[in-house]
């Protein structure tokens, strides 16, 4: 299952570098995606008995580090 999560990781992360200046519709779009997705990959990733304590924290960075993109962006076009 972690070759999933890789794979959707590397998508989510391509979906959202295609724009490297945001305008307020990316922005909004980006948000909305990660307010969905996120909740969904650190349950998953917490329950993930396959995963070790380093794996998880790896993986979970990656998932905080995007969130704070998606944020970041967000403020700076008024979006949130």
Known sequence: MTRHIQRAATAAFL?????????????????????????????????DAQLDAAAKATHLRALDAWGERVMHAAKATGVR
């Open 15 to 47: 979906i959202l570098a295609a724009c490297a200046c945001p305008d307020a519709q990316m922005a909004s779009a980006d948000l909305a995606t990660y307010e969905w997705f996120a909740p969904q990959m650190r349950a998953y990733l917490e329950a």
